[in-house]
Antibody
Framework: QVQLVESGGGVVQPGGSLRLSCAAS????????MHWVRQAPGKGLEWVAF????????YYADSVKGRVTISRDNSKNTLYLQMNSLRGEDTAMYYC?????????WGQGTLVTVSS | EIVLTQSPGTLSLSPGESATLSCRAS???????LAWYQQKPGQAPRLLIY???SRATDIPDRFSGGGSGTDFTLTISRLEPEDFAVYYC?????????FGQGTKVEIK
């Protein structure tokens, strides 16, 4: 069955960096576009970034543009989110989601806390 | 950027009643690109409806979606205890997603 497992979250100081991973299994990862979506504590869903199935194009929310890089390694069935210059407002649960038009499968999320 | 506005913010209903949730877009949205999700506390979102009206895999038929253009609805007929949750609409455009702010369906 389709499975997405995020990892890499944790507590980081403002200005710090983290790399999140999303390990995919149960489907042909290299044929699907993938998204990162985040949810601040007690808040709604916020789209973060999208990468095409072949990694040829990346797209970012204005709130993270220039600080975040989405990438993928289709040989390892893994999606990444490199996050730099982290701010308090980046504190959230980060989810990876499959498919370009709508998220038909989601991981369980990894929590990022930006705090001194 | 298209803004999605969901209403009401909270819906207080009893099991067995029906719920009608609204999602209004600031500009016309292709029906193919409109989806609805359910999220329970501590869980990831779960796809319910895609293409405005198609049920996702294993979604009960008491969930139905409709609408077009700028006005979309999610209807839950005969609320079951497990249906009390937060619901989000989402649209796809310009290689990005936009979400509504969510509607909480709570037990009255």
């Amino acid at each position: 069955q389709v499975q997405l497992v995020e990892s890499g979250g944790g507590v980081v100081q403002p200005g710090g960096s983290l790399r999140l991973s999303c390990a995919a299994s149960g489907f042909t990862f290299s044929t699907y576009g993938m998204h990162w979506v985040r949810q601040a504590p007690g808040k709604g869903l916020e789209w973060v970034a999208f990468i095409r199935y072949d990694g040829s194009n990346e797209y970012y929310a204005d709130s993270v543009k220039g600080r975040v890089t989405i990438s993928r390694d289709n040989s390892k069935n893994t999606l990444y989110l490199q996050m730099n210059s982290l701010r308090g407002e980046d504190t959230a649960m980060y989810y990876c989601a499959r498919n370009w038009k709508y998220g038909d499968s989601w991981g369980q999320g990894t929590l990022v806390t930006v705090s001194s | 950027e298209i803004v999605l506005t969901q209403s009401p913010g909270t819906l207080s209903l009893s099991p067995g009643e029906s719920a009608t949730l609204s999602c209004r877009a600031s500009q016309s949205v292709s029906s193919s690109y409109l989806a609805w999700y359910q999220q329970k506390p501590g869980q990831a979102p779960r796809l319910l409806i895609y293409g405005a009206s198609s049920r996702a895999t294993d979604i009960p038929d008491r969930f139905s979606g409709g609408g077009s253009g700028t006005d979309f609805t999610l209807t839950i007929s005969r609320l079951e205890p497990e249906d009390f949750a937060v619901y989000y609409c989402q649209q796809y455009g310009s290689s990005s997603w936009t979400f509504g702010q969510g509607t909480k369906v709570e037990i009255k």
